[in-house]
């Protein structure tokens, strides 16, 4: 079983940019493909990037391509998304979550293990 626990999330302003950590229990973190969702209020979820377990990979949802930066450090069982040009539209929700093996990265039903999530908040 993995546990998963994200943090960095908060209020921030139209532009600017913040930094969401997800600290895993496992110790075979590396075996683990990861992803990022998010959830706005009323929607559903939906994908915003993965990671494969060497970090050789990365995927990224259209909306969020070119501003957002998935990253992992297998040493510190941590992956990280760093969101930049932060827009209202990104207000939700984010949750990491992981799995072994996975083939289709958008979606949730790939993962089995997943955060509580942490709130982001973006100001107009």
């Known amino acids: 079983q993995v546990q998963l626990v994200e943090s960095g999330g908060g209020l921030v302003q139209a532009g600017g940019s913040l930094r969401l950590s997800c600290a895993a229990s496992e110790r075979t973190f590396s075996s683990y493909d990861m992803g990022w969702f998010r959830q706005a209020t009323g929607k559903v979820r939906e994908f915003v990037g993965a990671i494969t377990r060497s970090g050789g990979s990365t995927y990224y949802a259209d909306s969020v391509k070119g501003r957002f930066t998935i990253s992992r450090d297998n040493a510190r069982n941590t992956v990280y998304l760093q969101m930049n040009s932060l827009k209202p539209e990104d207000t939700a929700v984010y949750y990491c979550?992981?799995?072994?093996?996975?083939?289709?990265?958008?979606?949730?039903?790939?993962?089995?293990?997943w955060g509580q999530g942490t709130q982001v908040t973006v100001s107009s």
């Open positions: 979550a992981a799995d072994r093996d996975i083939s289709s990265w958008s979606s949730l039903y790939a993962y089995d293990y």
